[in-house]
């Protein structure tokens, strides 16, 4: 009962670990007199909100007069039930609502959280296999766990330093990351090509699906990708 405890302090300390290495000389924090402890003092609040979401949406799609009692609700070790998807959407928006109360570059904050919690993400799916007693010499949650570590790697080594060139607005890898991670929950719950994470019910799949539209739309938007489509046919 205690190891889903441990999966996510370890999960929160390589999430911290990361903001911290992303933070600390980020020229955009550096410029506006924004100190790691202030990121990181958002970070915990985040983190606090996501798992708070994490059990709340467990509790809504899995309605049951046991979570009324507070014990039940937040000893969550010992009454296993923590819903992925709300944790990512509740999350996002915890993250949004305070970085913008405390006027922070909410976009480029946006950005380092989403490719920080990416860093996490790999280690929360060996936790959740097994957890599910997953076989982890199979393909399949191998393939799923190398997935998520070239998903890192690849926001981390080729997006972000594109950034850095300024050849991405703030927060675009932020909703790209969004985007995608809904779209591969949602093939992975309505195909089951891996069949290795668990189905999703109908209410996270239409979360799911909502969140990758606002995502892709706010993408759009973010970088005025339709007025690049028609200059480029234009020419």
Do not use: W
């Amino acid at each position: 009962m205690y190891f889903l405890f441990l999966i996510l302090v370890f999960c929160t300390f390589i999430f911290l670990f990361c903001l911290h290495y992303l933070a600390k000389d980020d020229f955009v924090l550096l410029r506006k007199d924004i100190s790691v402890e202030r990121v990181f003092n958002i970070a915990i609040l985040v983190s606090l909100g996501t798992l708070f979401f994490a059990r709340f949406g467990y509790a809504v799609l899995n309605p049951s007069a046991n979570f009324l009692n507070p014990f039940v609700f937040f000893l969550f070790p010992y009454f296993p039930g923590l819903s992925l998807v709300s944790s990512v959407v509740g999350g996002s928006m915890i993250f949004f609502l305070i970085s913008d109360f405390k006027k922070m570059p909410t976009g480029h904050l946006f950005d380092l959280f989403s490719i920080s919690f990416l860093s996490a993400f790999p280690i929360g799916l060996f936790g959740y296999f097994l957890l599910s007693r997953v076989h982890l010499l199979a393909i399949k949650p191998i393939l799923i766990f190398l997935i998520a570590v070239l998903m890192f790697i690849f926001f981390l080594k080729v997006l972000l330093p594109k950034k850095h060139k300024n050849k991405f607005q703030d927060g675009s890898l932020g909703f790209m990351f969004l985007a995608l991670f809904s779209l591969v929950l949602f093939i992975e719950s309505i195909t089951g090509i891996f069949k290795v994470v668990s189905v999703l019910k109908i209410e996270e799949l239409i979360v799911l699906g909502a969140t990758f539209t606002i995502s892709l739309v706010l993408l759009i938007k973010q970088e005025n990708l339709l007025s690049k489509t028609k200059g480029l046919k234009k020419n």
